[in-house]
Nanobody, 124 residues
Framework: QVQLVESGGGSVQAGGSLRLWCAAS????????LGWFRQAPGKEREGVAAINAGGGTYYVDSVKGRFTISRDNAKNMVYLQMNSLKPEDSAMYYCAAGAGHFIGLPSSSAMDYWGKGTLVTIFS
């Protein structure tokens, strides 16, 4: 059974940092592309960052230079380091895994497995 479990969310002041991580189990981790998505109240889910099996990374324009996605295949973990956080980064953040080899940010529909999310709140 595939499981993705996110952690690391919280409430921080604008300008601060958070590190999210996602523990994966139940599938061949290193063959999958991984992504972080977020959804704010009243808004559609959007892709934030993705890393494919080859280590290529992709970001939505609004987080470029502030967020970094990484993976540790030995530990079946994927991370999202978020710096210089802004109130507009507030959302539920989801970890997702997809069997495709993505070049660029994948759409939500392209991902096969999802975690339950971790809440990030940025206050000014």
């Amino acid at each position: 059974q595939v499981q993705l479990v996110e952690s690391g969310g919280g409430s921080v002041q604008a300008g601060g940092s958070l590190r999210l991580w996602c523990a994966a189990s139940g599938y061949t981790f290193n063959r999958y592309s991984l992504g972080w998505f977020r959804q704010a109240p009243g808004k559609e889910r959007e892709g934030v960052a993705a890393i494919n099996a080859g280590g290529g990374t992709y970001y939505v324009d609004s987080v470029k230079g502030r967020f970094t996605i990484s993976r540790d295949n030995a530990k079946n973990m994927v991370y999202l380091q978020m710096n210089s956080l802004k109130p507009e980064d507030s959302a539920m953040y989801y970890c997702a895994a997809g069997a495709g080899h993505f070049i660029g940010l994948p759409s939500s529909s392209a991902m096969d497995y999802w975690g339950k999310g971790t809440l990030v709140t940025i206050f000014s």
